[in-house]
């Protein structure tokens, strides 16, 4: 029988930076879900989780800064500023960087806005988000070790695998992952049209 004990063990951690940098939430909380289970070590997971939502975010400010004289991002910009929470991010950047991480509905927008409408710094930049990734892992790792223990008390009469109380939580973070590469796909294909 399928056991993935040992697949977790050998690639959980570089799954965890991955998935926290594709999809997020779903993945850091599943991440707390292994590490409750003893499958993955707490503080390489809550560093790989940080680690996967920092990359992720430098990666779009530094894109975002080093085409921000490109038509296209140029008009973008122009068609934000009409918005509050644009507005918003040039007033307050170093409160946007440090917030970014913990609203998930500006986690590309954000780093666009302050690489191409304000004047912070790339290691300023860094080192806030930095900050603000350490706490949101943190954060999440220990709601998915809570999860896992709830996950626990509600398969407690049943006799059943590890691996099964264990695939409901990664295959949940596998089909949100499968959902944000798909949305992803469909915005790239929508912008080349």
């Given at each position: 029988?399928?056991?993935?004990?040992?697949?977790?063990?050998?690639?959980?951690?570089?799954?965890?930076?991955?998935?926290?940098?594709?999809?997020?939430?779903?993945?850091?909380?599943?991440?707390?879900?292994?590490?409750?289970?003893?499958?993955?070590?707490?503080?390489?997971?809550?560093?790989?989780?940080?680690?996967?939502?920092?990359?992720?975010?430098?990666?779009?400010?530094?894109?975002?800064?080093?085409?921000?004289?490109?038509?296209?991002?140029?008009r973008g910009v122009e068609a934000a500023r009409k918005w509050r929470f644009f507005n918003m991010a040039i007033?307050?950047?170093m409160l946007l960087a440090l917030a970014i991480r913990f609203m998930p509905g500006v986690r590309t927008a954000?780093?666009?806005?302050?690489?191409?409408?304000?004047?912070?710094?790339?290691?300023?930049?860094?080192?806030?988000?930095?900050?603000?990734?350490?706490?949101?892992?943190?954060?999440?790792?220990?709601?998915?070790?809570?999860?896992?223990?709830?996950?626990?008390?509600?398969?407690?009469?049943?006799?059943?695998?590890?691996?099964?109380?264990?695939?409901?939580?990664?295959?949940?973070?596998?089909?949100?992952?499968?959902?944000?590469?798909?949305?992803?796909?469909?915005?790239?294909?929508?912008?080349?049209?």
């Amino acid at each position: 029988m399928f056991d993935p004990t040992s697949l977790i063990s050998q690639f959980g951690l570089l799954a965890v930076f991955g998935t926290a940098a594709i999809e997020g939430d779903a993945a850091v909380i599943t991440a707390g879900v292994l590490a409750q289970r003893g499958l993955l070590p707490l503080w390489p997971v809550i560093f790989a989780g940080m680690a996967g939502g920092w990359f992720s975010d430098f990666l779009i400010y530094n894109l975002a800064r080093r085409y921000r004289d490109h038509p296209r991002t140029v008009r973008g910009v122009e068609a934000a500023r009409k918005w509050r929470f644009f507005n918003m991010a040039i007033t307050y950047p170093m409160l946007l960087a440090l917030a970014i991480r913990f609203m998930p509905g500006v986690r590309t927008a954000g780093p666009v806005a302050l690489a191409t409408a304000t004047e912070i710094t790339p290691l300023r930049y860094a080192i806030l988000t930095g900050i603000a990734a350490f706490l949101w892992s943190f954060i999440l790792v220990h709601i998915g070790q809570q999860a896992s223990q709830v996950i626990a008390h509600v398969f407690k009469g049943f006799d059943l695998p590890e691996w099964v109380e264990i695939g409901i939580p990664v295959l949940i973070v596998v089909i949100l992952t499968g959902f944000a590469i798909r949305k992803w796909r469909r915005r790239v294909a929508g912008r080349e049209v």
